[in-house]
């Protein structure tokens, strides 16, 4: 149960306020006591994560009148009516209209303990319901996915919603095989212009002489083998998004003319006087530390600045280990509908050699790995090159930080050996489903995000 919760308990009576408020604080509930039901209605919002005791005859609005004011904010909120002699009809009718239950005056400690603590265990439940259902529309949704539950991730996550719907250029940073390219995708995908074209170009993999003509377009005779027009990448990503790869590649000659097109948002095709207006977002990427190469007179500082108005740093693998077992399970997972194979349990130890590895390619190289294992099944080795495996680094080096570390990869392990299914995590882990339940929230774990068949 969540102690933490708060109650809101509403009377105008000083004496049931004291004693019922004292009641549940001894409890270790959060209490907030109000003689005016204008004032908790002020303090309750649609995700309010608690409970409504209120008396039903109060001068000013009446618990009745609170209580449809909360249900027209969120249905779901419990309400519990106080009722006082001759209240048990109209108590009995507001049931009917949504609220919770009810107590008459007057009544036990362990009453009203009884009765709170059942309406909150109902709403930690359906908010719980509902964040799932949440995270299911955002992980079932149409290309990329970010996955992942720890701290880094879930500030990732954050970040990139918020930025998504705006018109805001972005620039991404991590290391090789982070990601970056999935993560620009999955920003188009978020915004507003998911219907209209994601175009990238990787500005390292196209010889200088070329990416002019193939960001800018050309008309034709505007250079001897130009036959015939060409639509560039700038122009075929209007209305979209152009995504800029290892933009620290530019040519320095070019990074002038992609500065003047953030700025005016026209570009002209080689060979043309004729401005063309552009509606698109830029996301550049770069491995690079591009301040350090402005420094040096490698990369252009105003371009840069440009380019820096929303930066987001994508975490390395090995900043996020306790995220390796649930990728290593979706990438197993896509590896085994491509080759129609089944996936090999993965056992503890390999969890933990997974777990201890640095991860040099990062995602890349995990998934690069997962299809082995796919294929080779227990013959894939997972010796990394016959590397020392050492013990990674927990968040201090107490014996409990040691234990929750182990606790939460033997519980991962399970769940990706039973492909998320709880029946049996909890039959092989010897666990009560409540107890199972209480651990995977701890450690931020979701039985969805290990793809098994409904319980």
Not at 70 to 99: C, E, H, W, Y
Not at 130 to 150: C, D, K, Y
Not at 295 to 300: H, L, M, N, P
């Amino acid at each position: 149960m969540n102690h933490d919760a708060t109650v809101i308990l509403v009377d105008d009576d000083p004496h049931v306020r004291l004693s019922a408020g004292q009641t549940l604080e001894l409890e270790d509930y959060q209490v907030l006591a109000l003689a005016d039901a204008r004032q908790a209605l002020a303090r309750i919002t649609p995700d309010f994560a608690g409970v409504v005791v209120t008396d039903i005859n109060m001068p000013g609005m009446s618990g009745l009148e609170l209580l449809q004011q909360i249900k027209q904010l969120d249905s779901d909120i419990p309400v519990i009516l106080i009722t006082g002699f001759g209240d048990i009809s109209m108590a009995v009718g507001a049931i009917r209209n949504g609220a919770y239950d009810f107590i008459e005056k007057p009544f036990s400690a362990d009453l009203l303990l009884d009765v709170v603590h059942r309406a909150l265990e109902k709403r930690t439940l359906t908010l719980e319901n509902r964040t799932l259902r949440q995270e299911l529309q955002a992980q079932s949704a149409p290309g990329p996915r970010i996955i992942g539950s720890s701290p880094a991730i879930l500030q990732l996550r954050q970040l990139v919603l918020t930025v998504a719907d705006t018109p805001a250029d972005v620039l991404l940073m991590g290391e090789t095989g982070t990601g970056k390219d999935l993560l620009a995708r999955y920003i188009h995908e978020h915004s507003p212009r998911r219907e209209r074209n994601f175009v990238a170009i990787n500005c390292g993999g196209v010889p200088e002489t070329l990416i002019e003509s193939e960001l800018f377009g050309h008309e034709k005779g505007a250079f001897t083998d130009a036959r015939e027009r060409r639509i560039g990448k700038l122009e075929h990503a209007n209305g979209g998004t152009l995504f800029l790869d290892e933009i620290e590649s530019m040519p320095m000659s070019l990074q002038i003319k992609l500065l003047r097109v953030l700025e005016e948002r026209t570009i002209e095709r080689l060979g043309s006087n004729t401005l063309i207006p552009l509606d698109l977002r830029i996301i550049a990427a770069t491995k690079a530390d591009l301040r350090a190469l402005a420094e040096t007179g490698e990369f252009r500082e105003d371009l840069y600045y440009r380019l820096n108005v929303v930066r987001i740093d994508i975490p390395p693998l090995r900043a996020r280990p306790q995220d390796i077992p649930m990728l290593f399970q979706h990438f197993a997972l896509l590896a085994s509908s491509l080759y129609e194979r089944e996936i090999p349990p993965l056992s503890p130890e390999r969890i933990h050699r997974l777990m201890s590895h640095d991860w040099p390619g990062n995602v890349r190289e995990l998934r690069n790995l997962a299809e082995r294992y796919v294929l080779l099944g227990e013959a894939c080795t997972f010796d990394f090159d016959d590397r020392p495996i050492t013990e990674p680094e927990p968040v201090t080096q107490g014996l409990a930080a040691r234990v929750e570390h182990f606790e939460r990869t033997l519980i991962q392990a399970e769940l990706a050996r039973h492909g998320g299914s709880i029946k049996h995590t909890l039959e092989s882990l010897q666990l009560p489903r409540k107890t199972l339940y209480d651990k995977m929230k701890k450690h931020g774990l979701d039985k969805n995000d290990y793809r098994g068949e409904p319980d």
